[in-house]
């Protein structure tokens, strides 16, 4: 627990250091607690830098729905402009351990990008015009200040030796403010990142990604989506701390890695915020109308509303078996799904589907509306499965236009058995 003030006598003398203790105590609340669970590269003496990066503003499927931006950092339509969604920007300890062990454990600082008073979560930044004759290269950055003064006003002080009373200007409430900027880079046939500004004082810098800006760029004109790449540091729970599996893009996809790597818009790029992931358990019941846990699913079905499955990578493990009861079925005898067998699909047998949902595919006849296939699960042969007839199966398919999961059976359905599906997927592509 944080220290505590402590008043034994009614009428005591407040002073100033026991006010603020108080207010500091419950300002830093949160990001005390940020500190725990993230463990932030703390100040050193060898690397001389101060740890920064931001967490992005996550809700899914709200992109979609055009209450935010599909990405951090978006295409604002033929304005000339951007779209930023909402994020935290955090800045790690700046104390050596030398001088402050505690500070230099967990003194993060963290601010809302979200201005005060806006009647909007995400903001629209203007990029200035390009009619030089080259493409420009942008970046975009969030320049974070640390107890910024947020307002001021006339107080009447008593001086501590004589008590004469006389008016002061004294900072009311300061805050860790978070404004996004763009810096300018400079035209030419093959364009560099512009350099980042360099921190001062209390003032840092993260950055969160970079723009093409072709020549005759201007106010009526659209940032496309395939100029925009998104590699801010993106902050997440440290597995030691917490015991969190995190999923993350390799470092050489996005950022100064990423530029040293490949000319822009190579297929290798991944934006930095597609952190994180989900996993889902599918158990699909068929088995013999007499069956009291039969399952009557009609082609297609809805499996799962609960996120936008759009715009992300999947691998999948489908297993089958003609009698066996689900894995955590109680009325099973341990010999369960676990002795299933693994389904396949056109080409052969193979348990584990890797596949992606970005784009839609027209190749099924399970399915009519825009989709993704993510399986085809199939029969292939009529031995195999025993009960399970030959060239039988589903697809397992993301609706472009809603972004729900389903399931497509062969007929509605022809599949005797039961079904148990394991589904990992990654976090959406920011790359509307």
């Excluded at 402009?81 to 955090?90: G, N, S």
Aim: with cysteine; net charge negative; aromatic share 8%.
């Amino acid at each position: 627990m944080e220290p505590r003030n402590q008043f034994s006598f009614d009428g005591q003398e407040v002073e100033q250091g026991d006010l603020q203790q108080g207010w500091d105590n419950a300002a830093f609340a949160d990001d005390h607690v940020f500190a725990e669970l993230f463990r932030m590269l703390p100040a050193t003496p060898i690397s001389g830098l101060v740890a920064r990066g931001v967490m992005p503003f996550g809700v899914s499927g709200v992109g979609a729905t055009g209450q935010l931006p599909a990405g951090l950092i978006a295409p604002d339509g033929a304005t000339g402009k951007i779209l930023v969604a909402p994020f935290r920007a955090f800045i790690g300890s700046r104390t050596l351990a030398a001088t402050d062990g505690l500070l230099n454990w967990r003194d993060i600082r963290s601010g809302l990008s979200v201005i005060a008073g806006s009647t909007a979560l995400a903001q629209s930044i203007t990029i200035a015009p390009n009619a030089s004759g080259n493409p420009r290269i942008d970046r975009v950055v969030a320049q974070v200040t640390i107890d910024n003064p947020l307002e001021t006003t006339t107080r009447w002080v008593k001086d501590t030796t004589d008590a004469d009373v006389t008016p002061e200007t004294v900072v009311e409430t300061t805050n860790t403010s978070v404004v996004v900027q763009v810096i300018a880079g400079t035209p030419a046939a093959s364009p560099t990142p512009p350099a980042i500004t360099a921190d001062s004082g209390s003032t840092y810098y993260v950055e969160l990604g970079l723009l093409i800006v072709p020549n005759g760029f201007g106010s009526g004109s659209t940032v496309t989506s395939s100029n925009i790449f998104i590699d801010a540091p993106c902050i997440g729970l440290e597995p030691r701390a917490t015991g969190a599996m995190t999923m993350a893009p390799a470092d050489y996809t996005h950022g100064a890695a990423f530029q040293a790597y490949a000319t822009w818009r190579a297929s290798a790029f991944l934006p930095s915020t597609k952190r994180g992931g989900v996993m889902l358990e599918i158990p699909i019941d068929l088995s013999s109308p007499a069956n009291a846990n039969t399952v009557a699913l009609a082609s297609p079905t809805l499996i799962d509303a609960s996120r936008d499955w759009r715009k992300r990578t999947f691998r999948c493990d489908v297993v089958y078996h003609a009698s066996a009861l689900l894995p955590d079925d109680s009325l099973g005898s341990g010999n369960g799904m676990l002795s299933g067998k693994p389904v396949g699909d056109a080409s052969g047998i193979y348990a584990r589907h890797f596949a992606a949902s970005v784009y839609a595919d027209t190749n099924s006849t399970l399915y009519s509306p825009s989709h993704s296939t993510i399986v085809t699960a199939k029969q292939v042969g009529s031995t195999v499965y025993g009960s399970m007839p030959n060239s039988s199966g589903f697809d397992l398919v993301v609706d472009q236009t809603d972004g729900k999961l389903y399931l497509a059976f062969t007929t509605s359905p022809s599949v005797n058995g039961r079904i148990w599906i394991l589904l990992q997927a990654s976090a959406q592509h920011e790359d509307a």
